[in-house]
């Protein structure tokens, strides 16, 4: 279970980016973190992996304050939260195969592990004819499927991708979609930060809609209605 609990994160000079966040999101679910640009979505997911600190208020990882991890602690924390972004960070020296691998290498997997896993994942995510294909060989959609394959690596209890289809086009923003709630049928809980109308009120799924910072509404199949 994820909770945020009274929330808020001010940067210098009185710049509120989050005021006063109360959120629980249990084991499996999908979220769409909708709202406009600004409103807060990536500083929260920023705050989820700790890569920021909440000026107030606490975050619990399975009843683990994430705040008050030791830094030793924080890689655990980040390989049970996989992250995609908008711009893929993919190396470019590496080809599909060895961006996933070297995941997890980083994460002192075996060889063994990477021999076995690495092609499982790529079927996951619909790539196995793309697996030594560099990332300037690859479609917008299909580097983006790569991005979400190393972000499985380690098999991580949740997924976060913030605004995983801002540059791609419909068919593609709707094969990640597609895979996004495939992987979350699997069993890793999904958030899904994001300000398009249209995939939100098509997923029909869970919808935490931020405005400015706040939280303004939280409804179990809800809709965008900015």
Not at 141 to 159: F, N, Y
Not at 206 to 225: A, C, F, P, Q, S
Request: hydrophobic share 40%; with cysteine.
């Amino acid at each position: 279970m994820i909770e945020f609990k009274n929330v808020s994160k001010i940067y210098p000079i009185d710049c509120v980016a989050l005021e006063n966040i109360n959120l629980v999101i249990q084991p499996k679910e999908f979220i769409s973190l909708a709202g406009p640009s600004g409103a807060g979505k990536s500083t929260l997911l920023r705050l989820l992996i700790r890569e920021e600190l909440p000026s107030e208020g606490q975050i619990f990882w399975q009843e683990q304050d994430i705040s008050q991890m030791r830094h030793k602690e924080v890689p655990q924390l980040r390989r049970k939260i996989g992250a995609i972004f908008q711009d893929f960070k993919l190396l470019s020296n590496k080809t599909a195969y060895e961006n996933i691998a070297f995941a997890m290498e980083a994460g002192g997997r075996s060889n063994k592990d990477i021999e076995e896993d690495v092609p499982l994942i790529l079927r996951l995510v619909g790539l196995s004819n793309r697996a030594h294909h560099f990332p300037d060989q690859l479609s917008g959609g299909e580097k983006q499927r790569v991005a979400i394959g190393r972000a499985l690596a380690h098999r991580p209890e949740t997924l976060m991708a913030d605004e995983p289809t801002g540059n791609l086009d419909l068919i593609h923003t709707w094969d990640i979609i597609r895979l996004l709630l495939k992987i979350n049928e699997l069993g890793t809980t999904v958030i899904l930060a994001t300000h398009d109308r249209d995939v939100i009120n098509n997923i029909e799924r869970r919808v935490i809609t931020l405005e400015k910072g706040r939280l303004i509404r939280d409804e179990e199949k809800g809709r965008y209605i900015l």
